[in-house]
T-cell receptor
Framework: EPEVTQTPSHQVTQMGQEVILRCVPISNHLYFYWYRQILGQKVEFLVSFYNNEISEKSEIFDDQFSVERPDGSNFTLKIRSTKLEDSAMYFC???????????FGAGTRLSVL | KNEVEQSPQNLTAQEGEFITINCSYSVGISALHWLQQHPGGGIVSLFM???GKKKHGRLIATINIQEKHSSLHITASHPRDSAVYICAVRPQTGANSKLTFGKGITLSVRP
């Protein structure tokens, strides 16, 4: 069964460093998403992406964040200068169209020291 | 602002019991998702529904749009059903693609 894959599973970085979280969505899906879950809290929407541009973003998704689809398969989330409060689980998801069910990856745990 | 409330917060059941998890929300929605999150953290989509009822194996999800309420039922529960069950909704308005999540219910099924 097709699945969304995320790498790495765990990323440790120093405060102020740039990180890139990678995702390979399901191949025939057109909508891509990033979500964040701080330990013990709700999952929060960050951004949705369609047709090579941001479709929607939340207040959390400030200038420190960017997304890119550098080729036909990868979808990346970049955090330019990480802060301690960026420590969280980051989930990528994809769907065929916006109205369809979203399929989630296993997540990347980001630890900022 | 759309609020998603789930109850009860924690639930413990004995293997074989019928379990119901509830979700209520405050604004009109175009769809509601039920998700399962395992201790390792990964999220699995169980259902997406906008009306009526869906069934998959031992899981049944229902939604009442007028009452802004959904339930997830687990029949013949098993210890492997132990997980966090999360309800998430997509608002009705325009180009809105984002999901708003509830806090999740932690379910423990004892053998």
């Amino acid at each position: 069964e097709p699945e969304v894959t995320q790498t790495p599973s765990h990323q440790v970085t120093q405060m102020g460093q740039e990180v890139i979280l990678r995702c390979v969505p399901i191949s025939n899906h057109l909508y891509f998403y990033w979500y964040r879950q701080i330990l013990g809290q709700k999952v929060e929407f960050l951004v949705s992406f369609y047709n090579n541009e941001i479709s929607e973003k939340s207040e959390i998704f400030d200038d420190q964040f960017s997304v890119e689809r550098p080729d036909g398969s990868n979808f990346t989330l970049k955090i330019r200068s990480t802060k301690l409060e960026d420590s969280a689980m980051y989930f990528c998801a994809s769907s065929v169209v916006r109205e369809n069910i979203q399929y989630f990856g296993a997540g990347t745990r980001l630890s900022v020291l | 602002k759309n609020e998603v409330e789930q109850s009860p917060q924690n639930l413990t059941a004995q293997e074989g019991e019928f379990i119901t998890i509830n979700c209520s929300y405050s604004v009109g929605i175009s769809a509601l998702h039920w998700l399962q999150q395992h201790p390792g953290g990964g999220i699995v989509s169980l259902f997406m529904l906008s009306s009526g009822k869906k069934k998959h194996g031992r899981l049944i999800a229902t939604i009442n749009i007028q009452e802004k309420h959904s339930s997830l039922h687990i029949t013949a529960s098993h210890p492997r059903d132990s997980a966090v069950y999360i309800c998430a909704v997509r608002p009705q308005t325009g180009a809105n693609s984002k999901l708003t999540f509830g806090k999740g219910i932690t379910l423990s099924v004892r053998p």
